[in-house]
């Protein structure tokens, strides 16, 4: 497959104004306004934020309650022409389980209109790309939840798509399938593809993209670069578990520092305590100095903001 260049770097995408959807008396979406650009951005939050309604209303599924949407500068709604631009990856994993992968991709790329040597053709590349070759020729049905995924990012790409839409694609996946996936969409991305995928972990689409959404209660609550996120996240106290053979001793001298203004005892576990500290950056440089004076054996050590949930917890404060 060749890189896709003709969306210009920088230009928008995606763009909703007022953009609301409800359900009855439930609201999925409220008044969202936004622009996505050209590249790879990343659409995170916590499920039920509304992610997948987004990107259903973004590929047409879902028609808006209120609010405009376009896409690649088209309207979405009964926008046939706009469909053969745009690539979809379904949270929904259910599929035709007596197809093999093959014929299930290939079938697709001849709804395209693509004739049958270069629908065999195209659907070969991309089974290679999701790194499913071996399991090609097994039905679905005995596909596990990973590889389904895999096989539905397959065929998102099999008509070269100027905007691929990804919901939850790495869902289900082992250790290992989650960093092919996301090495390839990182790979897509440098070579000026246009993706839009969601998550509800942090860390994983950081690895992906630096350009990210945050959404929350169907209402974006950030935008922008992972960095501009946690500069955010940095205007609260950090939390910082330390497990140690000397809790009581770290965390006396933790309380003498400028920039810690709390620390408590973990109440499940004996020998851990939590510092809150207003600049994380000195904190992680003075610490190391600490434990090698005073002899103290640190057996674990982790950041419990360092997740989606701890973000949103500050950003919707």
């Known amino acids: 497959m060749q890189p896709r260049l003709e969306t210009v770097q920088g230009s928008v995408v995606v763009k909703t104004t007022n953009l609301s959807k409800w359900y009855g008396q439930v609201i999925s979406l409220n008044d969202l306004t936004l622009q996505i650009y050209a590249g790879v951005t990343g659409l995170l939050g916590p499920n039920g934020a509304g992610k997948s309604t987004l990107l259903k209303l973004l590929v047409g599924q879902l028609k808006p309650s209120a609010g405009l949407v376009r896409v690649l500068d088209q309207p979405v709604w009964n926008n046939l022409h706009l469909k053969r631009r745009i690539g979809y990856c379904p949270d929904v994993g259910k599929l035709y389980g007596s197809m093999t992968g093959f014929r299930f991709v290939k079938f697709l790329a001849l709804l395209s209109g693509y004739s049958d040597s270069e629908a065999h053709q195209r659907t070969q590349n991309v089974i290679e790309l999701v790194d499913m070759f071996d399991q090609q020729d097994k039905p679905i049905a005995t596909y596990s939840k990973g590889m389904r995924q895999r096989i539905k990012f397959a065929q998102a790409l099999v008509h070269d798509p100027e905007l691929i839409f990804l919901d939850e694609p790495l869902n289900g996946m082992d250790p290992i399938g989650r960093l092919k996936t996301i090495q390839l969409i990182r790979k ?60 009581r001793d770290l965390g006396a001298i933790c309380l003498g520092l400028d920039h810690v203004v709390s620390v408590r005892f973990d109440q499940t576990e004996t020998n851990g305590i939590i510092v809150e500290t207003i ?30 949930d701890a973000v949103f917890k500050y950003l919707v404060q």
């Open 188 to 247: 897509l991305g440098e070579e000026g593809r246009n993706i839009v995928v969601s998550s509800h972990v942090l860390h994983e689409v950081e690895a992906m993209t630096e350009s990210i959404l945050l959404i929350h209660h169907g209402q974006i609550r950030a935008e922008g670069s992972i960095s501009d996120i946690r500069n955010l996240i940095d205007e609260y106290p950090h939390q910082v578990y330390i497990h140690c053979d000397r809790p």
């Open 279 to 308: 600049r994380p950056d000195d904190f992680y440089t003075c610490l190391p100095k600490i434990i090698i004076e005073k002899d103290i054996s640190v057996k674990q050590m982790f950041s419990p903001n360092d997740n989606l």
